[in-house]
């Protein structure tokens, strides 16, 4: 006689919950739990090219900062090559391209160290401007946030980049885009980051 199977179903999609720190970037949360934490340097010391600094905040759709976001960050070095077995020798001794950042708790500022990326060749064979890719999770979002770092003193670039072109509105594109300024002798951009409501910053569904 056949027997009658229940199957268990998928639980429904969560969000992050507060326990997303310690599980991904436990040295953030007080945790010595990896002899290297990911952390704030994504570059590595033996990286060429331009230092700089990139920080910014998460805000949600009233304007109020989000202080428990953790952003995942990766991106191709100063010759515009990602750090992957595809490319042996053609990125510096110790360059990672990625990393795990965090906001304060307290401010919900967020900042990393690293060197400006140079232009990437995309898969349709036209080059795409120097950008970092960024992955963004925290309470209250259902599915990671995928969105890019643009800079704004690469503005040619940026007119001929095959992704910020997908974006219809014209008026949008400037949410993917760091400012240049200089603090204490560094070059920083910041790169604020909407959730919802006005000038909510682009997000794209890859």
Known sequence: MAQHLDYL??????????????????????????????????????????????????????????????????QANASGVYAHPEHPGEVEDGFRGWGRVISDFNTGEWFFDTVKPGPVMGRSGRPMAPHINLWIVARGINIGLNTRIYFDDEAEANAADPVINLIEWESRRKTIIANRSEKDGKVVYRFDIRLQGENETVFFDI
Do not use: C
């Open 9 to 74: 179903k998928e639980t429904p999609s969560q969000t992050a919950g507060p326990y997303v720190h310690i599980g991904l970037a436990p040295g953030a949360a007080g945790f010595d739990i990896y002899k290297t934490e990911l952390g704030k340097d994504i570059a590595g010391p033996n990286a060429a090219g331009e230092r700089i600094r990139v920080e910014g905040m998460v805000t949600d759709g009233i304007g109020a900062p989000v202080k428990d976001v953790m952003l995942e960050v990766w």
